[in-house]
């Protein structure tokens, strides 16, 4: 990736596709970058939306997703069901560390909890997700994050240069609340994750460090509660401070 790809005006491509729809931003976006364009799914609590969104306007769209080892059952079952039913091209990038031996070796001795999170997401989910990129060398990523879902995010715009990845960051749904969510599924009969039905709203990692039921209206309040933790890292274009995380 060379930084020849820099040629988008973003300033004026932005405030047009501010007026866009989701739908009409992955168009755009699978017409500006066709197979080199990919996207991330953590196979989240509503990601169907954007899986089918856009496997619908590029059948076959390569999608990254990270095993951390640490994923919940329903997660990974939720990922097949998916897959097999949208037909969808999944590709899995493994965490190099074997699960029980990691938490061994880092000292974390209770499988349930986290003390050092950010070490965790940094060798079990942002490394495999950095060599998805080197290996793919995409020339723009698509990802689902909404400006609802925390402060970072709400000042993020929907196509961004990223220098962390060399390309470009792409985010049709960053306008959009649960009721579009909601009634996107509705449309089109897509489920959701089956942990929402048990008040998962925000799905990552199993750790209760990680995630847990949503305690508030905020749907991502049961992420990383308590810690002072937003990112896990793999949505940031620029860097991986930890006090952007």
């Known amino acids: 990736m060379t930084q020849a790809l820099q040629q988008l005006d973003l300033e004026s ?19 500006q970058f066709g197979r080199d364009l990919v996207m991330s799914s953590s196979f989240g609590a509503d990601s169907a939306v954007l899986l089918h969104m856009a496997n619908s306007a590029m059948p076959g769209i390569r999608i990254i997703f ?13 990922r097949e069901e ?5 037909k969808l091209n999944v590709l899995t990038y493994r965490t190099r560390n074997d699960p029980a031996e990691y938490l061994r070796r880092a000292g974390e001795d209770d ?11 940094a060798v079990n989910k942002n490394e495999p997700f950095d060599r998805a990129i080197a290996e793919l060398k995409p020339q ?28 470009y960051s792409i985010s049709p749904l960053l306008n959009w609340r649960g009721k579009s969510i909601y009634d ?12 929402r039905e048990k008040g998962y709203f925000s799905i990552g990692c199993n750790p209760l460090s990680c995630t847990r039921p949503a ?20 949505n940031l274009i620029n860097s991986l401070d930890s006090a952007e995380l």
């Open 13 to 31: 491509l932005n405030k047009h596709v501010e007026r866009m729809d989701p739908e009409q931003i992955v168009a755009w976006a699978a017409g």
């Open 66 to 78: 990270v095993d951390t080892g640490y994923h919940f059952p329903e997660t990974h079952k939720f």
């Open 82 to 86: 998916l897959t097999r039913r949208l």
């Open 111 to 121: 499988p349930t909890w986290r003390k050092d999170i950010d070490a965790c997401c």
């Open 140 to 167: 723009a990523i698509m990802q689902g994050i909404r400006r609802d879902q925390n402060a970072s995010r709400a000042r993020r715009r929907f196509i961004e240069w990223s220098d962390r990845y060399g390309g």
């Open 184 to 195: 996107y599924l509705k449309r089109y009969d897509l489920p959701f994750h089956p942990l």
């Open 215 to 234: 305690n508030s209206d905020d749907p991502r309040s049961g992420r990383w509660a308590g810690q002072g933790k937003l990112e896990c890292g793999i």
